[in-house]
């Protein structure tokens, strides 16, 4: 730290004057860190923009995609069975029967003394076709339960105490229905199945002798019952049950709806930061613009999906009004759901065919602003922050200048503080040799 000499000759307040002087000098570095700061705030904006425009190119692409719009929903008619879609479901249905459920092999060991424990040395468990030995150490059946654990047999062993001291031993297969079947030898002792291994069983045309089908399942799920349709039973119907695949009226009406807030959800951003704004106070009114207020880009992007969803569709071109998507004199988007229902109700080919004409449209646009190598905005932010770059160098560059600057104008001052004090040092020498002159002449 260099030695301040602030007013020690001249009694000025050199630190100050310095200050006063690198704030002039300072000026041009000063402006570029505002300018710096409002293209940071600009790249956050347009980044923040790019992300819905990129997330609506990816909502839009997807809805425009052959077989988007074909969605269906499946139901039954009885609670006991629960049906679920794919996208690759078509409309039909069917009539069917649930006669079994699947079911899990239980078997248990006679009661087994605590006390005097395991009585058997051997035990052969037949599973998947294939035999597994287990040689458990005598009187111990916890070693039992381990041993049969471990062997892979595709069964799992539980202890299960059944009161006074007794236990009795547990065998579960590991896997529901036929597949899962077992048995078990033990020398001198015999295993009781609780539950027997079964698969549950679909009979299709259940009122046609000639025609009905029966398909198994060893979890309850039966898969592609019809394309794309998955059935879940849960109980054992005793009457016919009907399958019906039919037009998701509520999903097809949904995609489109999201389209058109995912479009909005741009116009909404764009008007936000575009929009001017007044502020009143003692000093007047001021106004100030949105950041997107002059940029042409922004206002190119912003057209283009405008254009895309509102522009006549089909052949011969009409409005989306006519399926309720219509443009509003504010410039945002406006959906009537029903409108839309009516129109797909109507005409629900025609219908999907035009949402899918808007939805590729809208793509198409959305992509082209927000690409990540060669999209408008992309482009636009890239540039900007490569300027953002440059300005720092250039700011940094200032922060060795001025450092300089002001190193000099401290030597500078430092110096004339030095030299007023080596006059002043003088001039009191002076003042005192003539003022022994004058007292050396009135003596003589």
């Known amino acids: 730290m260099g030695i301040s000499l602030d007013g020690l000759a001249s009694g000025l307040d050199t630190t100050a004057l ?15 860190k505002y300018k710096s700061q409002d293209l940071q705030s600009m790249v956050s904006a347009l980044q923040g923009l790019n992300s819905k425009v990129a997330a609506l190119a990816t909502q839009a692409t997807a809805a425009a995609k052959p077989g988007a719009l074909d969605l269906n929903t499946a139901t039954t008619s009885s609670d006991k069975v629960t ?30 003394n605590a006390v ?32 049969v654990n471990a062997a892979g047999a595709g ?81 054992v119907t005793a009457a016919p049950v009907t399958l019906t695949v039919a037009r998701d009226d509520a999903a097809i009406t949904k995609l489109a709806s999201d389209l058109v807030s995912g479009a909005n959800g741009i ?29 042409s880009a922004v206002r190119s992007v912003n057209q283009s999906i405008l254009s895309a969803a509102s522009l006549p569709v089909g052949t011969p071109p009409r409005s989306p009004s006519e399926i309720g998507i219509s443009i509003t004199k504010t410039g945002a988007m406006e959906f009537d759901a029903t409108k839309f229902g009516a129109a797909l109700a109507a ?56 450092a300089s600057r002001k190193a000099t104008l401290q030597r500078t001052y430092s110096g004339l503080e030095v030299a007023l004090s080596n006059m002043k040092a003088q001039q009191s020498w002076l003042t005192a040799q003539l003022g022994g002159l004058s007292s050396g002449s009135t003596s003589a």
Request: aromatic content about 6%; glycine content about 6%; overall charge negative.
């Open 155 to 235: 069964v799992v062993a539980t202890k299960v105490d059944v009161g006074g001291g007794d236990f009795r031993i547990q065998f579960t297969a590991t896997k529901s229905g036929a597949a899962g079947a077992f048995t078990i030898s033990d020398p001198g002792t015999t295993f009781t199945d609780v539950k027997t291994a079964q698969d549950a069983e679909l009979v299709l045309w259940p009122t046609s002798p000639t025609a009905q089908t029966t398909i198994k399942s060893s979890t309850n799920v039966f898969a592609d019952v019809l394309p794309g349709v998955t059935l879940t039973a849960k109980e």
């Open 267 to 295: 116009f909404s951003l764009v008007a936000s930061k575009t929009a001017v704004t007044s502020t009143t106070n003692t000093s007047g009114t001021s106004t100030t613009a949105g950041i997107f207020a002059s940029d």
């Open 347 to 402: 005409d629900p080919a025609g219908t999907a065919a035009k949402v899918q004409e808007i939805a590729g449209r809208i793509a198409t646009a959305a992509t082209a602003a927000s690409d990540k190598y060669d999209g408008t905005l992309t482009q636009k932010i890239t540039g900007q922050q490569s300027e953002v770059r440059d300005l720092a160098t250039r700011i940094s560059d200032w922060d060795t200048r001025l």
């Open 83 to 112: 049906a679920t879609t794919t996208a690759a479901a078509k409309a039909g249905s069917i009539d069917f029967q649930v006669t079994k459920l699947a079911q899990t092999q239980v078997a248990v060991t006679p009661k087994v």
């Open 116 to 147: 005097t424990g395991w009585p058997y040395t051997t035990m052969t468990i037949n599973s998947g076709g294939k035999d597994y030995t287990i040689q458990p150490l005598p009187s111990n059946l916890d070693d039992v339960v381990t041993k």
């Open 18 to 32: 310095i200050s006063s002087v690198m704030q002039v000098e300072a000026i041009p570095q000063t402006l570029l």
